[in-house]
């Protein structure tokens, strides 16, 4: 990496437009689950290809749905990713998947009989073989769902048909590939179908839809599901397949805390960090999954909610900037350990209204951890993923570990 320290090398890194608009090589296999403040896949692809080589080893400890990951793979670099939500690690384990595609059509297939033979069940039961299944809009009130609350968001047929195709998912192995990359699909069209049709800001605050709207749920699913298979198909083309689906190359992806996570990793292991923190008092990245929380009841979201830092909902809590300062000082730490020596750490972070200079907090940190400031690149954000108003700029922070 001795291009660090030449001149050229910098003026390269400047003349790069890093807002990337209009640009995309693999956006749409990215945007198959929406998720707040996702990266734009040519960020960590740039990145990735600026600061490391093949084979080595890149971390995002905020992986979030999974783009960093999915850029290594493509690249032929090895990645670990680390994320407090779990439905970002799952998202990002389904799209870091490399089963074969015929066997996942097969499962397809499958999954579609088995979804026809549980609607007919369902609507024998609930209304008997003389009423026309075209006629059943109501789901009973005693049917066991994961959450009585999903009564408020979804019309009675719109929620038949999706508690028909949860039902059929679970018959699948929960370590079963299928099941995950059809799970993130089923998640992935829960607002859309739900009836509060405002911004995803609703949904997120629990403003629940005055009126229910029917919308074919099956329709919406076996729709997101044949197009996930299409674009993981054209992405894995993109990528190394004999390099990628050995074992030992494919990323790792680590659900729960980072500094935890990060503290049981071996020293001077780490080629590359690109990660963008959670954005302080942004935006709330588990409530904006809440529909898939309700449905996927093995995810306590109310167990980990409070423990999730920088978000909207604590803006106005006093310890709010401490808590956040506290948790990047030790994860910079962390990451100073794991990196190697002269290599580079880089920092994505969109800046807080509340907290104007907490971005010059994070800088004195790395410094006060012995990284040094290469470069500070300034970037704006496309209309079609700004979370609030007031944030249209990030701040991309270039750190080198001494050697």
């Known amino acids: 990496m001795e291009s ?38 040519e960020i960590p692809g740039t990145l990735l290809g600026y600061f490391s080589n093949e084979g080595e080893t890149v971390l995002d400890p905020f992986c979030g749905s999974g783009t960093t990951l999915t850029e290594a793979m493509r690249l032929r670099r090895r990645s670990i990713g680390i994320d407090f939500n779990p439905v970002a690690t799952m998202i990002a384990r ?13 499962e397809f297939g499958r999954l579609k009989t088995e979804i026809d033979r ?80 405002a911004h995803w800001g609703y949904v997120c605050d629990n403003v629940k839809p005055k009126r229910l709207v029917e ?24 990528c190394f397949l004999g390099w990628i689906r050995k074992k030992h190359n494919r990323p790792i992806v680590i659900t729960g805390d980072a500094n935890a996570v990060l503290s049981t990793m071996g020293g001077e292991t780490v080629d590359l960090v690109v990660t963008s923190p959670p954005y302080l008092n942004v935006t709330d990245y588990i409530n904006s999954q809440r529909l ?17 830092i920088g978000a909207r909902y604590k803006r106005f809590r006093k310890d709010s900037l401490s808590e956040y300062v506290q948790m990047m000082r030790q994860c910079v730490r962390e990451l100073v350990r794991l990196l190697k020596s002269g290599r580079m750490l880089v920092l994505v972070l969109g800046q807080s209204k509340s907290h104007p200079d907490y971005i010059d907090q994070l800088t004195d940190i790395c ?23 007031s944030l249209r700029d990030e701040e991309i922070l270039l750190y080198r570990k001494a050697k």
């Open 118 to 197: 549980l609607s007919a069940e369902t609507l024998l039961c609930t209304r008997g073989p003389m009423v026309a299944p075209e006629t059943v809009l109501a789901l009973d009130s005693d049917v066991e769902l994961p959450s009585d609350e999903l009564r408020a968001w979804y019309a009675a047929g719109t929620l038949r048909d999706l508690d028909t195709i949860s039902r059929a998912l679970r018959l699948w192995n929960p370590d079963d590939s299928f099941r995950l990359l059809a799970s993130v699909c089923f998640s992935s069209v829960l607002r859309r179908l739900s009836s509060q049709d």
């Open 94 to 106: 389904a799209r870091s998947d490399t089963s074969p595609g015929e066997e996942l059509a097969l």
């Open 4 to 41: 660090l320290v030449k001149r050229r090398f910098l003026s390269e890194l400047r003349q790069i437009d890093w807002s990337f608009n209009g640009a995309s090589h693999n956006g749409a296999f990215a945007a198959i689950h929406w998720y707040p403040a996702r990266f734009i896949p």
């Open 292 to 308: 898939s929380f309700l449905w996927l009841a093995e995810y306590d979201k109310e167990g980990i909610r409070p423990k999730e």
């Open 367 to 389: 410094e006060a951890e012995g990284l040094k400031l290469i470069d500070r690149l300034g970037r704006t954000i496309s209309l079609q993923r700004t979370l609030a108003p």
């Open 215 to 238: 919308k074919d749920a099956i329709a919406a699913f076996y729709e997101r599901l044949h197009t996930f298979l299409l674009l993981r198909n054209r992405f894995l083309g993109l």
